[in-house]
Nanobody, 117 residues
Framework: VQLQASGGGLVQAGGSLRLSCAFP????????MGWYRQAPGKERELVAR???????DVAASVKGRFTISADNSKGMVFLLMNSLVPEDTAIYYC????????????WGRGTQVTVSS
């Protein structure tokens, strides 16, 4: 299964970016869609996630700045990132995970976000 993430780029501190991720609608049922990021020298961390039913949460480090949303009819999940800071610089990955049978986890290839000071 291919997940296609897009929307990354170079932005100045205080700016905004919107990431998008496309995936097959067939894998949405009972799954959670998420955005993770990995900065150089650091472990991959969860940024935000949303269930197929629409329940969402975000990491404390981005609360109030990042918003996750999804359009299940189109097989898309989005991450709106406002008030970006250099510490948000990372490769951002989208993810679809289902923890009930049949279980699966799919990852996109990642999109680079660079925030300059």
């Amino acid at each position: 299964v291919q997940l296609q993430a897009s929307g990354g780029g170079l932005v100045q501190a205080g700016g905004s970016l919107r990431l998008s991720c496309a995936f097959p609608k067939s894998i949405i049922g009972g799954a959670t869609m998420g955005w993770y990021r990995q900065a150089p020298g650091k472990e991959r961390e969860l940024v935000a996630r949303i269930t197929s039913g629409g329940t969402s949460d975000v990491a404390a480090s981005v609360k109030g700045r990042f918003t996750i949303s999804a359009d299940n009819s189109k097989g898309m999940v989005f991450l709106l990132m406002n008030s970006l800071v250099p510490e948000d610089t990372a490769i951002y990955y989208c993810n679809v995970k289902r923890t009930i049978t049949p279980t699966y986890t799919f990852w996109g290839r990642g999109t680079q976000v660079t925030v300059s000071s």
